[in-house]
């Protein structure tokens, strides 16, 4: 069978839509890190909308740290991919042509910064996952005994990480005398803009303290919130496109129906009109940033560590589930009381419509998936809710459940006694911490005691040790069906 390209887009079937345009016209405005699923099915399809309307300037190229796999995957379909979407039994199929190819960091390091550095490029976006930026979950300060991080902090001749990638095509750019980049984080870390300024001040702070000022006065670093659930896709998926399209797409993604982007209204150069393109410009992301990360990604890895403890493989299998959908509902009481939502936010309606987009069942979402990567996402998702209202002396209980929920996966063994492996860059350090350790007490002393996660002070809080020794040790005994019933 073919594979998708330029040549076969013309003989798809007729309900398949395609790019539209003539690709052949586009400009590479847009230079994307980490491009996985997500990208593909968010920022690159707003790009895509940007050249369908007829501004060709916002083509990307895409560029992945580490696997070539993408670049495999892609490169062969000169860029092409089928976002496909479902919302229960309807499906649509639409091939997106904004990406034009993918550069693999490793193997071709020059490259990557030629392409941050030519005139064209105006807009760098990123999703590299929170444990890309290199940054302390807890404190948001630089991680220097991350070997990749050191290493762009000693020498910029090849960097490794996405900072030190940014501040060498940015030097270039300088040197060559071309406009500021606008610099657009998409990850679902709090005040993400502001975290991966930091973050490349911090490294070029170390090479070139002039280059430092320029950046600070000169490049937009724009906040943002992002939200699209993009699920991993399948083989069986694949298969079963090829079928629709006659031809087979290696680079698939699917998704739900749903998509918003706000993004800070701080530019340091041309931009597409993303108003037209249904993004919101808003001088203040925080508090949608906030209730995003707090009601959807809070209950998302709530559902991931007690789903997938109690053999749930799917979200909406876990809502499906009265006592399931009860927890979802109470957690979001008690993080809702911690949002200062911007007006135009309705958190009823909100909720309303998290839930029916959890329990879309064409979606197949895994908890195994959500699941990863858990000491990344946990402060700003629940530990953050649980400071805020201890602050005010109000209750914790369902959100201190998915700490001790988190807590009871470390063990990497589920309550059907099945060992899955838990993917993590802070596994090791987990594990290790419960070497030896039998009581739930313990237990949680000594994951509590990891700074990189946990404040400090919010560690030392007796009502959280308490209420997450008690949950940790139902989860042991009864298993977390049994723990979701209060
Ligand atoms: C999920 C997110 O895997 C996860 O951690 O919570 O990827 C979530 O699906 C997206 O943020 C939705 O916008």
Redo the contacts with the bound molecule.
């Keep these: 069978m073919s594979r998708l390209a330029n040549s076969t887009l013309d003989a798809l079937p007729a309900d398949v839509e395609r790019p539209g345009y003539d690709r052949a016209l586009l400009k590479y405005g847009v230079v994307h890190f980490g491009i996985g699923a997500?990208h593909r099915a968010h920022q690159a399809v707003y790009f895509d909308d940007a050249a369908r309307r007829g501004d060709m300037r916002w083509g990307v190229r895409g560029v992945s740290l580490r696997s070539p796999d993408v670049a495999e995957q892609m490169n062969p379909q000169d860029g092409l991919y089928s976002l496909v979407v479902r919302d229960g039994a309807s499906q649509s199929v639409r091939v997106i042509g904004a990406v034009g190819d993918v550069l693999v960091a490793p193997n071709d390091p020059v490259a990557v910064i030629e392409a941050l550095a030519s005139p064209d490029t105006h807009i760098v976006t990123l999703t590299i996952t929170e444990k890309g930026y290199k940054l302390d979950p807890a404190t948001g300060g630089l991680i220097e005994s991350d070997a990749d991080l050191a290493a762009d902090l000693a020498s910029l001749a090849v960097p490794r990480t996405a900072p030190g990638f940014l501040v060498a095509g940015l030097a270039l750019r300088r040197e060559r005398g071309l406009d500021p980049l606008t610099i657009i984080s998409c990850d679902?870390l709090p005040h993400n803009g502001q975290r991966l300024r930091a973050a490349v001040l911090g490294v070029t702070r170390r090479h070139d303290p002039d280059l430092a000022r320029w950046i600070e006065t000169a490049i937009a670093f724009p906040q943002t919130m992002?939200?699209?659930?993009?699920p991993a896709t399948t083989e069986d998926e694949r298969v079963a496109l090829a079928q629709r399209l006659g031809d087979e797409d290696r680079a698939m993604v699917k998704a739900e129906p749903f998509t918003q982007w706000v993004i800070e209204d701080w530019f340091s150069g041309p931009r597409p009109d993303f108003e037209a393109l249904g993004v919101q410009l808003t001088a203040t992301v925080a508090p949608w940033e906030e209730a995003k990360l707090r009601l959807?990604?809070g209950a998302?890895?709530g559902i991931a560590y007690l789903g997938g403890l109690a053999g749930i493989a799917f979200v909406d299998q876990f809502v499906a589930r009265p006592e399931g959908r009860a927890f979802v509902e109470a957690l979001w009481n008690e993080a809702e009381t911690t949002l200062s939502p911007p007006p135009e936010l309705d958190i009823a309606a909100y909720r309303e419509a998290l839930m029916a987009r959890f329990a879309n069942p064409a979606l197949q979402h895994r908890t195994h998936?959500?699941a990863?990567d858990g000491s990344q996402?946990l402060p700003q998702r629940l530990l953050a809710p649980i400071a805020a209202r201890l602050e005010r002396g109000q209750s914790i209980d369902r959100l201190a459940l998915a700490v001790a929920a988190w807590m009871r996966w470390q063990v990497g063994r589920d309550d059907a006694g099945t060992d899955f492996a838990v993917d993590d860059p802070l596994a090791e350090v987990t594990a290790g911490r419960l070497v030896g350790l039998s009581t739930p007490r313990d237990q949680v002393d000594a994951l509590l005691s990891i700074e990189a996660i946990f404040p400090p002070s919010l560690a030392a809080d007796g009502r959280l040790r308490d209420i997450l020794s008690m949950h940790l040790n139902r989860l042991f005994e009864r298993g977390a069906l049994a723990a979701l019933v209060l």
């Design positions: 997500f679902n992002i939200d699209r659930i993009v959807l990604n998302h890895s998936q959500i990863m996402k």
